[in-house]
T-cell receptor, first 114, second 116 residues
Framework: GNSVTQMEGPVTLSEEAFLTINCTYT??????LFWYVQYPGEGLQLLLK?????DKGSNKGFEATYRKETTSFHLEKGSVQVSDSAVYFC?????????????FGQGTELSVKP | ETGVTQSPTHLIKTRGQQVTLRCSSQ?????VSWYQQALGQGPQFIFQ???????GRGNFPPRFSGLQFPNYSSELNVNALELDDSALYLC???????????????FGPGTRLTVT
């Protein structure tokens, strides 16, 4: 079946450090890929998405590229801020007959220290 | 534009009781999906409603049921509560395409259910 695997957290970085959170997936067909962010006590916010191979999603300085050959969608940011501290979820949505349901990874907690 | 809202924010129930959680979808959206997020885990898909009909279900027992109303708001009902039902329940709305999936989902803040 379809699944998403993320690197385990927590990840602790100093402000302005480079961030990479690894995400790999298993899916039949051609899924859409997403990164969601969850701040403490809140629901999920869509951070970025990519709907086909080689697409790059980007938002608020975060980027991720849909790599079909390596079944990966790693999240990167060149310079993190304290305000980026949150839990990040990688997710996929399989097309056709799936109702658009999202399958999430287990989440990676990011803590950025000043 | 009003986003996705959920009620109540928090709820404490006793094992064996029943609970109803509510969700108002974002304006213009016709699809509502429900997810269960246990502590420290990613959300798990419960089911989805498209134009008042169930349109996909995850691996949850029948005591998890739902409704969607003509205004596209939705309810999640859980009967015979178990301790393991303690979780954050998230509702997400989107513009659906029926069996062909949907556009991106927008999440509400969730309802924190505690079963004692």
């Amino acid at each position: 079946g379809n699944s998403v695997t993320q690197m385990e957290g927590p990840v602790t970085l100093s402000e302005e450090a480079f961030l990479t959170i690894n995400c790999t997936y298993t899916a039949t067909g051609y899924p859409s890929l997403f990164w969601y962010v969850q701040y403490p006590g809140e629901g999920l916010q869509l951070l970025l998405k990519a709907t086909k191979a080689d697409d790059k999603g980007s938002n608020k300085g975060f980027e991720a590229t849909y790599r079909k050959e390596t079944t990966s969608f790693h999240l990167e940011k060149g310079s993190v801020q304290v305000s980026d501290s949150a839990v990040y979820f990688c997710a996929l949505s399989a097309n056709l007959n799936q109702g658009g349901k999202l399958i999430f990874g287990q989440g990676t907690e990011l803590s950025v220290k000043p | 534009e009003t986003g996705v809202t959920q009620s109540p924010t928090h709820l404490i129930k006793t094992r064996g009781q029943q609970v109803t959680l509510r969700c108002s979808s974002q304006s213009g959206h016709n699809t509502v999906s429900w997810y269960q997020q246990a502590l420290g885990q990613g959300p798990q898909f419960i089911f989805q409603y498209y134009r008042e009909e169930e349109n996909g279900r995850g691996n949850f027992p029948p005591r998890f049921s739902g409704l969607q109303f003509p205004n596209y708001s939705s309810e999640l009902n859980v009967n015979a509560l178990e301790l393991d039902d303690s979780a954050l329940y998230l509702c997400a709305s989107s513009t659906g395409l029926g069996g062909r999936g949907s556009y991106e989902q927008y999440f509400g803040p969730g309802t924190r259910l505690t079963v004692t």
